[in-house]
């Protein structure tokens, strides 16, 4: 069964910081791994994905994510926070023979910047 | 413009009325889903369909039914079975083979 853990429900960084947002995942066969961000009330928007090209993947908004498989791992970086990006992000698994429709979340990063 | 469009945006219903939330797709996906967003629960599958006139159980499905008569439309009624029904309802679609999901804007169900 796949699974997804992001560590830390709430984090907080100053504008211009680095953001870092931690995904761990479990999956028994290759997965694709998606990052979602979700403003206040509004649906999710897609801002990148991995299934299995390449392994650092860039996305919109000048985030982007590395897959490590070693570490089972997924995160989302950001070099430089910007006011905008104050949102919540959500952290995704499919398994790959399953194509999309077993999607597994993550319970969410709320993500806060101080001007 | 395409996209996903789910109406209406809030919905207030009295405890044990049954009610129905529009899903609706003009992308030609042949995939449709529902999910529910609790605070702090992330998303949980409630129905998905891959095709017209077929749609499977997700993770949380009692309390919930679906149809898909046509390939565009999924819509999901909240019956009263549902014991606690005030969520976030988002609807999703994807390409038949695809890999990604595409979200509505969401349906905000308040059950007083």
């Known amino acids: 069964a796949q699974s997804v853990t992001q560590l830390g429900s709430h984090v907080s960084v100053s504008e211009g910081a680095l953001v870092l947002l931690r995904c761990n995942y479990s999956?028994?066969?290759?997965?694709?791994l998606f990052w979602y961000v979700q403003y206040p009330n509004q649906g999710l928007q897609l801002l990148l994905k991995y299934t299995s090209a390449a392994t650092l993947v860039k996305g919109i908004n000048g985030f982007e994510a590395e897959f490590k498989k070693s570490e089972t791992s997924f995160h989302l970086t950001k070099p430089s926070a910007h006011m905008s990006d104050a949102a919540e992000y959500f952290c995704a698994v499919s398994e790959s023979n399953f194509g999309n429709e077993k999607l597994t979340f993550g319970t969410g990063t709320r993500l806060t910047i101080i001007p | 413009d395409g996209g996903i469009t789910q109406s209406p945006k809030y919905l207030f219903r009295k405890e044990g009325q049954n009610v129905t939330l529009s899903c609706e797709q003009n992308?030609?996906?042949?995939?449709m889903y529902w999910y529910r967003q609790d605070p702090g629960q992330g998303l949980r599958l409630i129905y998905y369909s891959q095709i017209v006139n077929d749609f499977q159980k997700g993770d949380i499905a009692e309390g919930y039914s679906v149809s898909r008569e046509k390939k565009e439309s999924f819509p999901l009624t909240v019956t009263s079975a549902q014991k606690n029904p005030t969520a976030f309802y988002l609807c999703a679609s994807s390409s038949k083979g695809g890999d990604t999901q595409y979200f509505g804007p969401g349906t905000r169900l308040t059950v007083l």
């Open positions: 999956s028994s066969v290759p997965p694709y």
């Open positions: 992308l030609n996906h042949d995939a």
